[in-house]
């Protein structure tokens, strides 16, 4: 049986319950593989500073995945080990096409938030993310004049049907420019092309010195869908998107069934206690 030494869990749908918080027995198992000395981090398209009580409260001191991999962050320095965001030019495009169809577009510029209004959309986002946003009035204007910093990340927010709509026509008029994925079915999320968990999962786990053989993803939608074929164990909670599903090897518990602390307990601390117990005997 594999060990796996490096894990990487999503945070929305996956970690949290559909109140925001932790579990009680995601938390308690989580501590326990710290505690036996394993790799343990999160990945999500969520902001630094929006995963970051996350993993404050878990005791967390390894470097957080955010923004789908486009930002590797330590936890306790704050410290940046990768920055990888959307070109200049891409977000122009992207900013004029969200003008057009008058669309909620959000910019993510220096772990900040910023839009060109607040309203019913602001309200909703910033009440998951648990972030303020900050409206700066028409983005073009406002990244041609005020920004030297490109966006780590755009999201749109918009009903389902026009969220996988525009995830269609992005794809096909972005190719390969840059990535187009979803986090939840109302958040279209674009990345610079190499930004994904995948990439971030590999980039740690070879920092720590472990095979990506000895790596494990638990999540549950579309942007995880890289992390969960990269690594070495995929694991789908069971409340995930059939895609996601399709490409994992195995499936536990719901987010509400507390499904991480399920995939740890069979996964990583059953092989744990069993080393421990072979010490022993010698």
């Known amino acids: 049986m594999k060990v796996y030494r490096f894990i990487a869990i999503d945070v929305d749908d996956t970690l949290i319950d559909s109140d925001l918080n932790i579990t009680s027995d995601n938390k308690l198992r989580i501590k326990e593989v710290i505690e036996r000395g394993k790799f343990i981090t999160l990945a999500t398209g969520r902001m630094f500073r929006s995963a970051l009580p996350y993993a404050k409260e878990l005791e967390m001191d390894l470097p957080l995945i955010t923004y789908h991999g486009a930002l590797i962050k330590k936890a306790k320095t704050g410290e940046v080990l990768y920055h990888q965001p959307v070109p200049i030019d891409y977000t122009l495009q992207i900013i004029r096409l969200c003008h057009d169809k008058d669309l909620q577009l959000n910019l993510y510029i ?7 209004e607040e309203n019913e959309l602001t309200e909703y986002y910033t009440k998951i993310a648990e972030v303020p946003c900050r409206a700066v009035g028409d983005l073009e204007t406002y990244i041609k004049k005020y920004s030297d910093i490109a966006p780590t990340k755009l999201t749109i927010v918009a009903n389902e049907d026009m969220v996988n709509r525009l995830n269609v026509e992005l794809e096909q008029f972005f190719g390969d420019d840059l990535l187009i994925t979803q986090s939840k079915s109302t958040f279209l999320e674009i990345t610079h ?71 740890l307990t069979r996964f990583v601390l059953s092989e744990s206690r069993r080393e421990m117990n072979g010490t022993n005997r010698n």
Do not use: C, W, Y
């Open 110 to 116: 220096d772990d900040e938030l910023l839009v060109k």
């Open 193 to 263: 092309s190499e930004a994904n968990k995948g990439n971030a999962v590999s980039f740690l786990a070879k920092k720590h010195g472990v095979s990506l053989e000895n790596t494990l993803a638990i999540g549950d939608s579309l942007n995880d869908i890289p992390m969960v074929k990269k690594a070495g164990l995929g694991v789908a909670v069971a409340n995930a998107r059939p895609q996601l599903k399709e490409v994992a090897d195995t499936i536990v518990g719901s987010n509400e069934e507390s499904g991480v602390a399920q995939a």
